[in-house]
């Protein structure tokens, strides 16, 4: 497998999708979540050395994003383009979200191929012209079921009145796929998750599906339906193939063999059944295969309800960038809020982990071995040469503490489980440094005392270049600073290169690295 990340041609990369996000608004902590969590699982795949895809977007089409350009003077083109450029895409680029692509659905490589799609359903006489009428929230830009909604009329997840629709539309013959669908979810049990999410999956389907209206003529801001151009095709419709779209369908049959179908689409809970029903269900009518799992993450909640902009509580990502660094968000959400549960944001938890686990376990303990190192060896990394027993145990605890975070983030998709094992191998660490004092033994000048100071500090700081490694999908420009100061980059080679395989082998900083005391990692916070 060469070093560089991609492994041999064929083989299909790791492809990651986040849903694609309405530009009615700029984006809140709710939307970076998950892109966060996005960019962390792929990051993560690529230290395993596997080719990966991330992709994002932005979903541009529908009567929200067309009311918004209305109120706002200009038409919905340039509102989206103007949000894209403004907003969105530049807070990717400061969460350091390294996504492959971004698709957005005004792209003519997405709606041309999103026409040819539909045609193709038509053809196939999955798709037939009739009528529906029903409470519509625009919010959603979803038909609701009348006993789904509070006090009446109002929608339960924006809590604000539905608007009745009556139209002729074209529908997708979705009821006939139930049975199929539980057959899919019977044969391959970890096609929804969490648990809680796939028993709300399989509960509904079971209840029995009706047809999907999948056309609009009431507005004009979509891709339009080709054989009947009043109407235009229903907007989730065409947001859900981006995701085939963006990777060459009906384009780029190359791409898309190394990269169809997706492992994982990552979406919130909002939106699971479009996801893990219909998604599924319109794949299988155009005969593709389909991905391997949907996984629901939980709301970011502000007062007992989901942020959002619309409530008035989506709160800017960057406000808290400023106060706590980029590095530290990204890891305080997947850290505090265990993955697929919902979770209150709080300013107070954040700033007490901020404190207790970066600033103090974890960049004291960079900058105290570094410290010790420049103090007692001059910066050069001595060999260790009486490792004994407690230095085995340290040596230990990263194999354990790796396997798990590997299979924890890297495959079961449980951020705090594996952040959370990490963070036990730097407390580890930690505990090793105080009960052998290294500042007690610098004092026994005798070649005894010296070799065991050398062991002490070799143990730490090769503890370090794995911590290193191991954080670096999380917080890479952390690690970045970490890997500079430990001196590895001439003898190891670059961070993002650094295998989770071998990242639990011992003794990979050789001796002789210099190492220097770097920035401090977790600045002290100013009070807010
Ligand atoms: N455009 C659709 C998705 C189409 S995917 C083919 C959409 N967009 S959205 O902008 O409204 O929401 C995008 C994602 O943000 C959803 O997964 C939603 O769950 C997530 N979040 C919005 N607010 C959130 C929180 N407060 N907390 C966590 N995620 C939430 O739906």
Known sequence: MAATGTTASGESAFYVTTPIYYVNDAPHLGHAYTTVAGDVLTRWHRQRGEKVWYLTGTDEHGQKIMRTAEANGVSPQEWCDKLVEDAWKPLWEHLQIANDDFIRTTEPRHTDRVQEFV??????????????????????????????????????????????????????????????????????????????????????????????????????????????????????????????????YGSDQAKFDATWPANVHLVGKDILRFHAIIWPAMLMANGLPLPGRVFANGWLMVGGEKMSKSNLTGISPRDLTSHFGVDAYRYYFLRAIPFGQDGSFSWEDFSARYTSELANDFGNLASRVAAMIGKYFDGTLPEAKDAGPAEQAIADGLAAAAAQADTMIGDNLDFAGGIGAIFDFVKQVNGYLSDQAPWKVAKDDSPEGQARLAAILYTAAESLRAIAVLLHPIMPATSAKLWASLGAEPHLGALADQRIADVATWGKLPAGAQVVKGEILFPRLENA
């Open 119 to 248: 045609q193709d359903l038509y053809d196939k006489g999955e798709i037939y012209k009739g009528g529906y009428e029903g409470p519509y929230c625009v919010g959603c830009e979803e038909y609701k079921s009348p006993g789904d909604l509070l006090e009446g009329d109002l929608c339960p997840i924006h809590k604000r009145p539905v608007e009745w629709l009556k139209e002729e539309n074209y529908f997708f013959r979705l009821s006939a796929y139930g049975p199929r669908l539980l057959e899919f979810y019977e044969q391959n049990p970890d096609f929804v998750q969490p648990a809680s999410a796939r028993n709300e999956v399989v509960q509904f389907v079971k209840q029995g599906l009706q047809d999907l209206s999948i056309s609009r003529s009431t507005f004009d801001w979509g891709v339009p339906i080709p054989w009947d151009p009043k109407h235009v095709i229903y907007v989730w419709i065409d947001a859900l193939l981006n995701y085939a779209t963006a990777v060459g």
